[in-house]
T-cell receptor, first 116, second 115 residues
C-alpha cells in the first residue's frame, strides 16, 4: 500500500521568510513518481512538479526548490522569500509504476499562510 | 491549449435530487480520473478510465454514484439520489500515459452542496 504523510497541517510565515513543506512517503514500488500540487484559495489544483524515483537531483524553479531524499523517503518543498500569493494548500502525491495506471495517492495537504 | 473543463462550477441541490457533473479532458489524454475532496477525507479517487473504459471504480462510495465516459472528450459523474453527505468538491483530471506515470492535470472542480 502507498501512503503520503504531510505532518504539517498548517504553517504561518511572514512575507519574505523561507518555508519548507515536508512530505514523507511509503511505497513498495521500485519505480515511483512524486508530485507537488498547489491549491490556491480559488480552489483549483495546480501541478508544480513531478519527479521519478531514479532522479534524486534537487530541482529549483525560481523561488521554489525541491529536495528528494530516497534514503529518508522524503520529498520536501521549499519556498524562498515567500510572498502573499504563495498562500495556498500544498499537496504532495505519489504514483507507483504498477499495473494500476498512474493512480495518485495524496497527502493530507499543508495549508501555508503568508502574512504581509 | 484548453485545460480540463468541468461544469457546472457550483451546484446547489436538495436531498433526493439527481446531480450530474460533467468533464471534458485535455485533448489527446487517454486517462480520466474523478476525485472528491472533503475536509474530513481529503482527496479521494473515485474512479478512473483508460480509453473510455472504467478501470477501477473501487473508490465509488456506493451505488448512488455512477460514472460514464461515452467518448474520449466527455465524462459524467452522476449521483442519484443525492444526500447531504455528498457535499464536496469534485475534481476531474486527465493524463496521457506513455509507458510511464504521467502528470495528472486537474479541472477547476465542481463545488456541490446538497441541502
Amino acid at each position: 500500500a502507498q501512503k503520503v504523510t504531510q505532518a504539517q497541517t498548517e504553517i504561518s510565515v511572514v512575507e519574505k521568510e523561507d518555508v519548507t513543506l515536508d512530505c514523507v512517503y511509503e511505497t513498495r514500488d521500485t519505480t515511483y513518481y512524486l508530485f507537488w500540487y498547489k491549491q490556491p484559495p480559488s480552489g483549483e489544483l495546480v501541478f508544480l512538479i513531478r519527479r521519478n524515483s531514479f532522479d534524486e537531483q534537487n530541482e529549483i524553479s525560481g523561488r521554489y526548490s525541491w529536495n528528494f531524499q530516497k534514503s529518508t523517503s522524503s520529498f520536501n518543498f521549499t519556498i524562498t522569500a515567500s510572498q502573499v500569493v504563495d498562500s495556498a494548500v500544498y499537496f504532495c502525491a505519489l504514483s507507483g509504476d504498477n499495473n494500476a495506471g498512474n493512480m495518485l495517492t495524496f497527502g493530507g495537504g499543508t495549508r501555508l499562510m503568508v502574512k504581509p | 491549449d484548453a485545460g480540463v473543463i468541468q461544469s457546472p462550477r457550483h451546484e446547489v441541490t436538495e436531498m433526493g435530487q439527481e446531480v450530474t457533473l460533467r468533464c471534458k479532458p485535455i485533448s489527446g489524454h487517454d486517462y480520466l480520473f474523478w476525485y472528491r475532496q472533503t475536509m474530513m477525507r481529503g482527496l479521494e479517487l473515485l474512479i478512473y478510465f483508460n480509453n473510455n473504459v472504467p478501470i477501477d471504480d473501487s473508490g465509488m462510495p456506493e451505488d448512488r454514484f455512477s460514472a460514464k465516459m461515452p467518448n474520449a472528450s466527455f465524462s459524467t459523474l452522476k449521483i442519484q439520489p443525492s444526500e447531504p453527505r455528498d457535499s464536496a468538491v469534485y475534481f476531474c483530471a486527465s493524463s496521457f500515459l506513455a509507458g510511464v506515470a504521467e502528470t495528472q492535470y486537474f479541472g477547476p472542480g465542481t463545488r456541490l452542496l446538497v441541502l
